[in-house]
């Protein structure tokens, strides 16, 4: 692995007050780095969305360290948090959160505009994002024109147009049938291989092991399973389904040898 | 163009009714204070009519006047006194009073007498749109408005009536010349109106004075009060605030407009603060995903005010029309809604004042935001 985009040091978090508190992640320690597509697997309420949430600073530990890009984030405030996040991190989510009064290619500049950015060269930036996700000829299209699937891309778009370190996917495929999952998770593999950025990808979806170059399970707030599928083990094609039934090892490598 | 002005205009037509619900808050309060300013200003100066149209710098009025309509008298010895004191050039005798108007069809009603020398300074019927004005040289002439011909059953130049008892003839109509007590005033000669009204030949309401050019007003009033110890001296406008002050505070008339204006105010500022705060809550899930993609604090807050100022200028826009519908139906009663240049662009800004103040509730709750509730959503 690369040197560690965003790391997690022992981390703790509890959730809930007084009765109601609990301890959803139990010294949890995990690195992201770039160029790998790594699956954060486990079943509900094992503390995999938790722990999403605090590599990607939208929530911090109750204690223990988490780093991006190599910076601590322990004393930021909650505008210091938003300025790592719009400078470091890509998220996409389970329900896309696309903006439904704007067409697809404003969703996708508001990531830079949130930034700042050029209003010029954010239109051209966002433009070549979509084309990048297959979506050229739905720029003015908005998200209830989408299928699930368009619009999901259009929020990988949104989560890559700012060019940041790591991207973090939380069940992106779960609300996609099994091609638009797939077709999805091809696109980020793309992310992570060509652009040499870290993805990490929260799922309970096995259909999608074969696109991982890392497993990691957590189970009640710990992580329990590190895996780096061998190569030769599994090839992700078409039907990755049944090549992840086979076993949940394919590499990276094979991916590449995909048609 | 930054996205926020877009996503702020979204956001609101996104959900029309709400947006319709917003609009009709914010013209209600703007049209109802609107209304309440313009009864106001329209009260103001009507309450200072006289003064504003009087030929005089300064005014000599009986000690303890409250306003012009007070009918207390000075004796003519004070004008005497007054010519000696340097700096006077003139000093018009006025009269006013109340009389009774017997119209043709043989009723009553009453009047406000109005009397000056209509050959020298004094307080001469304006707006004339029909007749003269000097015609009130002629005894028995006077000069009434067009607004209060129902009431004087008089219409044109030429027809006769009585005052108490004496005849007089109509010699000139003015136009929107209004009493806000709906009493019409009536202008005549000086020695007619003491006639009418009963006043001593000796006897005038103020004596208006005009100072010779070159003199200096405040010095010439100091003067006079020195010179005048029973009576009382008085710029122009320190004439017209004590009046203005009587008939808007001393009566309670004004307060009851102010606290009308700002009645309106408090319902709007409410009404919009509502809406606005139920579609940021509506919204709360798309202000979560721009913080959770890096948005600062700043950013959404923008969004929010930007909804707040468009619903302002929509608001305005509208409230602006019926204002004006509203100046219309009333131009030609007795207290008619008046709307200045410089009111209108007052209320713009206290539209939007109040609609970036309702905006406060719905930037708290956005504040108060975790970016992490994407997740659960």
């Not at chain 1, 965003?6 to 959730?15: G, M, T, Y």
């Not at chain 1, 590190?226 to 090549?243: H, I, L, M, V, Y």
């Not at chain 2, 030429?158 to 109509?170: K, L, N, S």
């Amino acid at each position: 692995m690369t040197e560690p985009v965003i790391e997690a040091i022992d981390a703790v978090k509890f959730l809930g007050e007084g009765a109601g508190r609990v301890q959803a992640l139990k010294g949890v320690s995990l690195a992201v780095g770039g160029g790998e597509l790594t699956l954060l697997m486990g079943p509900s309420g094992s503390g995999k969305t938790t722990l999403l949430s605090i590599l990607g600073c939208m929530l911090t530990p109750t204690s223990g360290t988490v780093r991006v890009g190599g910076r601590a984030t322990a004393d930021a405030g909650p505008e210091e948090l938003a300025k790592i996040r719009r400078e470091n991190i890509g998220f996409v989510f389970q329900s896309y959160h696309l903006f439904p009064t704007l067409n697809a290619l404003d969703n996708v500049r508001l990531a830079l505009d949130v930034r700042g950015e050029n209003s010029h060269r954010a239109m051209q930036k966002s433009k070549e994002a979509l084309a990048r996700v297959g979506l050229a000829l739905k720029m003015a299209s908005y998200p209830s024109e989408l299928s699930g699937g368009e619009q999901q891309r259009v929020a990988i778009a949104r989560a890559i147009v700012s060019n940041p370190a790591i991207l973090l996917a939380d069940e992106p495929t779960a609300a996609l049938d099994s091609e638009n999952g797939h077709a999805i998770m091809e696109v980020l593999a793309e992310i992570a291989r060509e652009q040499s950025r870290g993805v990490l990808v929260v799922t309970h979806d096995p259909r999608i092991v074969p696109f991982s170059d890392r497993i990691v399970s957590i189970e009640d707030g710990k992580i329990i399973g590190d895996k780096r599928p061998a190569d030769g083990e599994a090839r992700a094609d078409k039907s990755g389904t049944a090549a992840a039934e086979r076993t949940d090892k394919p590499s990276r490598k094979d991916r590449k040898r995909k048609p | 163009m930054s996205l926020a002005p877009k996503l702020a205009f979204r956001n609101l037509f996104h959900d029309r009714l709400r947006l319709i619900a917003t609009v009709i808050g914010i013209v209600f309060s703007i049209v109802l204070v609107t209304v309440q300013m313009g009864l106001y200003v329209s009260f103001e100066r009507m309450v200072t009519v006289m003064i504003d149209h009087a030929d005089a710098d300064l005014w000599i009025v009986p000690r303890g006047t409250k306003c012009f309509e007070d009918p207390s008298l000075l004796d003519e010895r004070e004008r005497f006194r007054a010519l000696s004191v340097a700096g006077v050039a003139s000093a018009a005798p006025l009269v006013i009073g109340f009389a009774q108007w017997r119209t043709p069809s043989g009723g009553n009603t009453p009047i406000f007498m109005i009397g000056s020398d209509p050959r020298g300074a004094g307080l001469e019927p304006w707006n004339v749109v029909e007749g003269r004005a000097d015609a009130l040289a002629i005894p028995g002439a006077v000069a009434i408005d067009r607004s209060y011909f129902d009431r004087l059953e008089t219409t044109r130049v030429g027809e006769y009536a009585e005052i108490g008892d004496q005849r007089v003839q109509v010699l000139a109509i003015t136009n929107g010349i209004r009493s806000f007590t709906t009493t019409p005033y009536v202008f005549s000669s000086i020695e007619r109106a003491r006639a009418y009204t009963g006043t001593a030949a000796n006897k005038a309401s103020y004596f208006l004075v005009r100072v010779t050019p070159g003199a200096n007003v405040m010095q010439v009033r100091d003067s006079l009060r020195a010179r005048l110890p029973d009576t009382e001296v008085l710029t122009t406008a320190e004439f017209r605030e004590r009046s203005a002050n009587f008939w808007m505070f001393g009566t309670g008339a004004g307060f009851a407009l102010f606290a009308g204006a700002m009645l309106g105010l408090i319902v709007g500022t409410v009404i919009v603060a509502q809406t606005l705060y139920s579609s940021t809550k509506d919204h709360l899930n798309e202000f979560a995903t721009l913080r959770a993609i890096g948005s600062s604090g700043g950013y959404i807050h923008k969004v929010i005010i930007f909804q707040a100022l468009l619903s302002a200028l929509i608001g305005f826009c509208l409230a602006s029309v019926i204002g004006w519908i509203v100046v219309l139906a009333t131009a030609d009663t007795a207290l008619p809604v008046v709307i200045t240049p410089l009111m209108t662009a007052a209320l713009l800004v206290l539209t939007v004042l109040m609609c970036v103040v309702s905006a406060v509730a719905a930037i708290m709750k956005v504040t108060r935001i975790d970016p992490a509730m994407v997740f659960t959503r």
